[in-house]
């Protein structure tokens, strides 16, 4: 593909990955992946420890450099532009890291305010006046005040996904959002996304390996397994694939070195239970 042809222009994807690879030194850890990102969806990357899925989410939002391929998103292959061009894309994106990654030395309000503060010259009155709104929209209304420290591990995440709100992005990522929530708290926050793309109609990119979670908000998902696409579908046909590894995965099976180390330590657990003689 010409490296100027935005593959974008001639669908409603909002991202377009083509043969993206990155590697960390001599070793590669995504190996030409491509899929496109509809415009308004929200897409679920699956995906096993060591999968590839979180170097995936960080090259699409620019953390990290791919060694080969194309990301085409808001017009441009941000695989090849300068810093500069990709500060400015950053503007329209917003990013919710897995463990909240708020500053403990800022109020909750503070934090919120951050982007406004970095990258825009708006007045005092008016990013207070923003700030409140997005807390409100996280429902997290009147906690502008709280530091960090003050917050349940489900408040964090609704501040993150606030500042992450603070710039009216076009595209939403999450990293891991119910990671460390217990069911409850986990489900309020899947309820959170799936409020956020009613209201706003915005693309959403969510990485996960919570199944449950997975379903409830995905429109379309991508399992990633040791740096390839094994499948990419709706969660109607991800339910209905019989790829062995997306059937392993959706099934919760072992990988079978694992099985055979699980029956070792139960066959020494009862070996251990057997009365002496």
């Known amino acids: 593909m010409d490296q100027t042809e935005n593959p974008a222009l001639q669908s409603e994807a909002m991202i377009s990955l083509r043969n993206l690879r990155v590697s960390y030194g001599d070793r590669e850890i995504l190996h030409g992946i491509s899929f496109d990102v509809m415009r ?11 999968s590839g899925k979180s170097t995936l989410l960080r090259t699409l939002v620019g953390l990290e450099r791919p060694s080969s391929g194309e990301i085409w998103l808001k017009g441009k292959n941000i695989a090849a532009i ?12 917003g990013m ?11 109020s909750v309000g503070e ?30 209304a009147g906690f502008e005040n709280y530091m960090p420290s003050q917050l349940s591990g489900g408040m964090k995440k609704r501040a993150a996904v606030a500042r992450a709100l603070a710039m009216d992005p076009e595209i939403l990522f999450f990293d891991e959002p119910s ?6 708290i986990a489900a309020g926050v899947d309820e959170l996304i799936l409020d956020l793309k009613k209201a706003f109609h915005m693309t959403i990119i969510v ?22 696409v094994v499948a990419i579908g709706t969660t109607q046909e991800m339910r209905a694939s019989t790829h062995p590894r997306v059937r392993q995965f959706l099934d919760r099976v072992p990988e079978p070195e694992v099985s055979q180390e699980l029956d070792y330590l139960q066959m020494l657990t009862e070996e251990n239970r057997r009365p002496s003689r």
């Open 207 to 228: 990485v996960t390996h919570e199944l449950a979670s997975a379903f409830l908000i995905a429109d379309r998902m991508v399992l990633i397994d040791k740096g390839n």
């Open 111 to 140: 934090n919120v305010a951050l982007p406004l503060r970095e990258h825009t010259k708006l007045e005092n009155p008016t990013i207070e006046i923003i700030l409140r709104l997005k807390l409100d929209q996280v429902g997290l």
């Open 82 to 93: 300068s810093n500069e061009e990709m500060d400015e894309i950053r503007k329209k994106i």
């Open 96 to 106: 919710s890291f897995q463990g909240g990654a708020l500053f403990g030395s800022m």
């Open 179 to 184: 990671a460390g929530l217990d069911p409850i």
């Open 40 to 50: 308004g969806e929200t897409l679920v990357i699956l995906g096993g420890s060591g």
